[in-house]
């Protein structure tokens, strides 16, 4: 049997479910839209000159200085973070924390700075 054009119908013999992007926006908890809206609204334009000047300097392995003290800096000026600088004995990790106080979801973004 084929498979239907219908993209709400699902094969059984189909090893794959198409999932469109409305699907997952639909389902999100509310606090994960917060904090899209968040980061969208009131964070990415002072992003900017941050990600401009990590993109315009380009280090690798351990020796991310300047992509450290962009991040590390603008975290400290955001208000209600707690930054460490230099954390876990290495040069270029850092942590940020931010405390609201309130029991509820605990959010952590790990990324990965050079190659």
């Known amino acids: 049997m084929p498979a239907s054009n219908n993209p709400d119908e699902v094969d059984p013999d189909s090893d794959f479910v198409i999932i469109s992007h409305d699907d997952v926006f ?3 908890p509310r606090h994960l839209l917060d904090i899209s809206d968040f980061i969208n609204h009131e964070v990415a334009e002072s992003l ?3 990600n401009k000047k990590i993109h315009d300097n380009p280090e690798l392995g351990y020796h991310e200085i300047i992509a450290h003290d962009a991040l590390t800096t603008f975290m400290e000026t955001r208000p209600g973070w707690k930054v460490t600088r230099s954390a876990y004995g290495l040069e270029t990790a850092w ?3 931010y405390d609201s106080g309130r029991k509820g979801p605990v959010v952590s973004f790990n990324a990965e700075m050079g190659m």
Do not use: G
């Open 26 to 28: 639909d389902h999100l």
């Open 48 to 50: 900017w000159p941050v």
């Open 95 to 97: 942590v940020a924390v």
